[in-house]
C-alpha cells in the first residue's frame, strides 16, 4: 500500500514563492501519477498539476507559475509555486495515483494580499 508524507506550505505574501514536496513509500514507478489537488474553505477540490512519467498537466489557473517536478530515485515529487496569489490559499492534497487516487495528509498554503 502506498503511503504519502508531504511537507512544505506555509504562509507568504502575494508575489512570493512556496515549495511543496510528496515522498511516496511502497513500490513506485515512473508510469505512475502523481500530483496535488487543492482546496480553499468553501470551495471543491480542484485538480493543480500531474505528472506521468515526462508528462506534466497543470490546471489553467496555475500555469506558468507553477512547475511540477520528480525525483524518482526519491520517490518524491515537488510543487514549486511562484507568483503567488491569494486566490491560491487552500490545503494542498498530494495524490498518487495507479487506478485509484491516494491522498496525502494535506498542508496548508496561505498567500496574504
Known amino acids: 500500500q502506498v503511503q504519502l508524507v508531504e511537507s512544505g506550505g506555509g504562509l507568504v505574501q502575494a508575489g512570493g514563492s512556496l515549495s511543496l514536496s510528496c515522498v511516496a513509500s511502497?513500490?513506485?514507478?515512473?508510469?505512475?501519477?502523481m500530483g496535488w489537488y487543492r482546496q480553499a474553505p468553501g470551495k471543491q477540490r480542484e485538480f493543480v498539476a500531474s505528472?506521468?512519467?515526462?508528462?506534466?498537466e497543470y490546471a489553467d489557473s496555475v500555469k506558468d507559475r507553477f512547475t511540477i517536478s520528480r525525483d524518482h530515485a526519491r520517490d518524491t515529487a515537488y510543487l514549486q509555486m511562484n507568483s503567488l496569489k491569494p486566490e491560491d490559499t487552500a490545503v494542498y492534497y498530494c495524490?498518487?495515483?495507479?487506478?485509484?487516487?491516494?491522498w496525502g495528509q494535506g498542508t496548508q498554503v496561505t498567500v496574504s494580499s
Open positions: 511502497g513500490n513506485i514507478f515512473r508510469s505512475d501519477t
Open positions: 505528472c506521468r512519467g515526462s508528462i506534466s
Open positions: 495524490y498518487f495515483n495507479r487506478g485509484v487516487n491516494i
